[in-house]
């Protein structure tokens, strides 16, 4: 069971805006940034978001990122077919002094 | 060319260790906060530890502590990370990965993977 809380899916059609939550605690996401992983099958993951809203170069900026409280979102607009893939959140977790991943979302493109 | 170059894949019985390498190309090594992250078959991402390089200090998860060693060579610019007294259910492909570390890590930069199965 993961200390970060993510639906096991998600979904919508071509256009379409979806958003991905990641539920944590006072001692995860509530004291430290979220980052946010996109990996297809096979593949290793690939960098979306990092400090809660913050896109590497080279993401699209269908991409963004939010945060409040003990809770983070990624919202993906203008959905595509190349979208379709595993998402994952993750952040730091001062009680475990570690760094802890949601178990993961897979968003299917309809 | 930028990029992390893991071994390849291991077979191993339970009860044995592995011993997984990532070959650091296009940055020194030492200027580098380097992890481990596993997945298991069908299933999610679970970080295992990482080095912290600008204090020196390496952070393991508390699910590996004591099983999970992280070293380096910093001559040839290549990380390693051995797992001991392996179980079936350490199956896994195993990602070295390393980025930023402002105040959650975050990994601009992953390996291929090295697939690990524990099967007698």
């Known amino acids: 069971q993961s200390v970060l809380t993510q639906p096991p899916s998600a979904s919508g059609t071509p256009g379409q805006r979806v958003t991905i939550s990641c539920s944590g605690s006072?001692?995860?996401?509530?004291?430290?940034?979220v980052t946010w992983y996109q990996q297809f099958p096979g593949t290793a993951p690939k960098l979306l978001i990092y400090?809660?809203?913050q896109r590497p170069s080279g993401v699209p900026d269908r991409f963004s990122g939010s945060k409040s409280g003990t809770s983070a979102s990624l919202a993906i607009g203008g959905l595509q077919s190349e979208d379709e893939a595993d998402y994952y959140c993750?952040?730091?977790?001062?009680?475990?002094?570690?760094?802890?991943f949601g178990g993961g979302t897979k968003l299917t493109v309809l | 060319q930028d990029q992390l170059v893991q071994s390849g894949a291991e077979v191993k019985k339970p009860g044995a260790s592995v011993k997984v390498s990532c070959k650091v190309f296009?940055?020194?090594?030492?200027?580098?906060?380097m992890h481990w992250v596993r997945q298991a078959p069908g299933k999610g991402l679970e970080w295992m530890g990482g080095?912290?390089?600008?204090?020196?200090?390496?952070f393991y998860a508390q699910n590996f502590q004591g099983r999970v060693t992280m070293t380096e060579d910093t001559s040839t610019d290549t990380t390693y990370m051995e797992l001991r007294s392996l179980r079936y259910d350490d199956t896994a492909v195993y990602f070295c990965?390393?980025?930023?570390?402002?105040?959650?890590?975050?990994?601009?930069?992953w390996g291929q993977g090295t697939l690990v199965t524990v099967s007698s």
């Open positions: 990965a390393t980025g930023g570390w402002m105040v959650t890590p975050s990994f601009d930069f």
């Open positions: 296009g940055y020194n090594l030492n200027e580098l906060s």
């Open positions: 080095l912290h390089r600008e204090d020196g200090k390496t």
């Open positions: 006072t001692s995860s996401i509530g004291s430290n940034t």
């Open positions: 400090s809660n809203n």
């Open positions: 993750a952040t730091w977790d001062d009680s475990l002094k570690g760094l802890v």
